[in-house]
């Protein structure tokens, strides 16, 4: 219990350091796949999401390719990191390539050793594999942050809340493209009606050091066709100012893929999502 006071306490000290501001200077920030944001959780030793995006923005509409394999490092740690390769409708023509990695570590500080309940320690960093040309998507800028995550899944109702604060190695405070140290906090409420489909609404709220602030709203449909497979449509929208979001609207379809787990000698292989420790988004 110590160890859990001592991460919240950090985790409120680090959103504390970062959210003061001596003048009202807005940033814009990057695109961070937040359909993505909250992981699945399951039994799976491995997964693979393999997704395409479409976004709508105020200039430069974008489609997008994205995949991401997750692995179980331990019993209480998982790792995770995710590709990006986004299309950009430009005047004048179309601009391709890769944008940033961003790569997600998580421990189980409290909870239960399925991973459905309980407080969980998080780190984050975005790994510049692309050129800043590729704004919002890539920035030659290595971020990293850290923060946590409580949720209660529960047969019906899914709750998961976190806050996580990020530094950004490069940041920039003037013109169009500004990059800044940011704070980003939460939501994500699911009801599964039915073992084979669910609903998830998910709400972010992203404060800039400097004043600016971005909102973002995600409605995600969730089907199982099977323990190892799971279809996810996800709309939503920013609505932050012009100035500050990183996209007016966006739709993304995802395919989930899980390894199941490994079973010991003489042991039954671990239930799959769809058989206590289902997966959620």
Not at 82 to 103: K, W
Not at 227 to 243: C, E, I, K, M, P
Not at 252 to 265: C, I, K, S, W
């Amino acid at each position: 219990m110590v160890n859990v006071r001592h991460a919240l306490a950090a985790a409120l000290i680090a959103a504390l350091v970062i959210l003061p501001a001596p003048s009202p200077v807005r940033g814009t920030g990057l695109y961070s796949n937040l359909p993505w944001w909250f992981a699945p959780v399951d039994t799976a030793r491995a997964r693979i999401l393999a997704g395409q995006t479409w976004i709508r923005t105020e200039q430069d509409d974008a489609s997008m390719l994205t995949f991401e394999t997750g692995i179980r490092t331990g019993s209480r740690t998982s790792v995770r990191i995710q590709l990006m390769y986004p299309v950009i409708r430009r005047a004048g023509g179309f601009e391709h390539g890769f944008g940033d990695a961003l790569l997600f570590g998580e421990v189980r500080a409290a909870g239960d050793t399925l991973g459905r309940s309980g407080l969980f320690l998080q780190g984050v960093a975005r790994i510049p594999s692309g050129s800043d040309a590729m704004w919002p998507y890539s920035l030659e800028s290595l971020d990293g942050g850290a923060g946590f995550e409580a949720r209660r899944l529960s047969d019906l109702f899914d709750i998961r809340l976190s806050a996580t604060g990020v530094l950004a190695g490069r940041r920039i405070r003037d013109g169009d493209h500004r990059h800044e140290n940011y704070a980003l906090f939460a939501a994500a409420l699911g009801i599964r009606p039915m073992e084979a489909a669910g609903v998830t609404l998910s709400a972010f709220s992203q404060v800039f050091r400097g004043g600016g602030y971005r909102e973002v709203y995600l409605l995600e449909l969730v089907v199982s066709p099977s323990r190892q497979f799971d279809l996810r449509l996800s709309g939503g929208l920013d609505s932050g100012d012009a100035a500050e979001r990183v996209f007016n609207s966006i739709v993304q379809l995802t395919v989930v893929f899980r390894f199941p787990p490994v079973a010991g000698p003489g042991q039954a292989p671990e239930p799959g999502p769809n058989e206590g420790s289902r997966a959620v988004p």
